[in-house]
């Protein structure tokens, strides 16, 4: 079974256009989870999406942003890049839908940078 | 006071000795606790999960909470090389309807 996928694997971007992630849950999950992996803070929770809706939102401002299509997968958009967005971000995936949530898969991530 | 609290490292121990990896958290209304090991340029893996207090055991890694003074631990026995990674704990309070709080993760290194 193909676990949490994400794309690109590394991303090289310039300050202030867009960022946009991508992520593929495990199948038959419909819970999908952004975090963001910046040296020595730790890991960071920034969004969790199920069924297609925004469940909960971490203390990221509003230009950190994402959707959930029908097929479950996830995109996260990242406007206005600063320095500081330079992090791993990283996507889980569990089955949702108030059950087992705390058991999260792990993509690679995406190495984001920005210069 | 951060809401989870774990020692950085790294911790640095002989092949076959017994790890005790831990974290502090301040919030009573924690419920579940995670372990995940994270590998070098990898996402983190789900080890292990309790829910409440008490011990958990899973080969050769125990999993402890200890919910009165508000501490977890991960203990691996006979360690291995391959078990050099960060290990991240992790806690929520409602299962379904709560973000999960991870610690900053502990560096260790098995030397051979």
């Known amino acids: 079974e193909a676990g949490v996928t994400q794309s690109p694997t590394h991303l090289k971007k310039t300050r202030g256009p867009q960022a946009t992630l991508r992520c593929s849950p495990i199948?038959?999950?419909?819970?999908v989870y952004w975090y963001q992996q910046a040296l020595g803070l730790g890991l960071q929770f920034l969004l969790w999406?199920?069924?297609?809706?925004?469940?909960n939102r971490g203390n990221f401002p509003p230009r950190f942003s994402g959707r959930q299509f029908p097929n479950y997968s996830s995109e996260l958009n990242v406007n206005a890049l600063e320095l500081e967005d330079s992090a791993l971000y990283l996507c889980?995936?569990?089955?949702?839908?108030?059950?087992?949530?705390?058991?999260?898969?792990f993509g690679p991530g995406t190495r984001l940078t920005v210069t | 006071q951060k809401e989870v609290e774990q020692d950085p490292g790294p911790l640095s121990v002989p092949e076959g000795a017994i790890v005790s990896l831990n974290c502090t958290y301040s919030?009573?209304?924690?419920?579940?606790f995670m372990w995940y090991r994270q590998y070098s340029r990898k996402g983190p893996e789900l080890l292990m999960y309790?829910?409440?207090?008490g011990n958990k055991e899973d080969g050769r890694f125990t999993a402890q909470v200890d919910k009165s003074s508000k501490y977890i631990s991960l203990f691996i026995r006979d360690s291995q090389p391959s078990d050099s990674a960060t290990y991240l704990c992790?806690?929520?309070?409602?299962?379904?309807?709560?973000?999960?709080?991870f610690g900053k993760g502990t560096r260790l290194h098995i030397l051979p």
């Open positions: 919030n009573s209304a924690f419920q579940y």
């Open positions: 999406y199920d069924e297609g809706e925004e469940r």
């Open positions: 889980a995936s569990s089955l949702g839908g108030g059950g087992d949530s705390y058991e999260q898969y």
């Open positions: 992790a806690m929520s309070a409602i299962v379904g309807d709560d973000k999960i709080i």
């Open positions: 309790t829910y409440s207090s």
């Open positions: 199948s038959g999950h419909t819970s």
